[in-house]
C-alpha cells in the first residue's frame, strides 16, 4: 500500500510480528512454513520477512497466539 503525507511517498508493508515474551520457542511452526521462512537461530524463533507471503498459515497455528501482523512503514 502507498500513503502519500504531503510531498512525501510511504510504503506500508504488513510483515509477521514475533511476540518473543508469549513464544515457547518450540519450533512447532517452522516446518509448517510454505516458504522456508521460518528458523530457531540459538533456540530462538526468526523470520525471514524476506521469503516471508504472509499466508498465515503459522499465525493461526501457534497455540500460545505469539504470532500476529504488524505492519512497518518503509520511506
Ligand atoms: S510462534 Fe508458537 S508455534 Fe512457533 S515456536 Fe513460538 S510458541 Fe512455538
Ligand atoms: S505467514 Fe506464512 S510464509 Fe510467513 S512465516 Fe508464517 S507460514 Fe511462513
Request: aromatic share 6%; proline share 4%.
Amino acid at each position: 500500500m502507498v500513503v502519500s503525507w504531503s510531498s512525501r511517498v510511504y510504503i506500508t508493508r504488513t510483515m509477521l510480528e514475533i511476540d518473543q515474551d508469549a513464544c515457547l520457542d518450540c519450533g512447532g511452526c517452522v516446518p509448517l512454513c510454505p516458504e522456508e521462512a521460518l528458523f530457531l537461530s540459538f533456540n530462538r524463533l526468526e523470520c525471514d520477512h524476506n521469503a516471508c507471503t504472509m499466508c498465515l498459515i503459522c499465525i493461526q497455528f501457534c497455540p500460545v497466539g505469539a504470532l500476529g501482523e504488524s505492519r512497518a512503514v518503509e520511506v
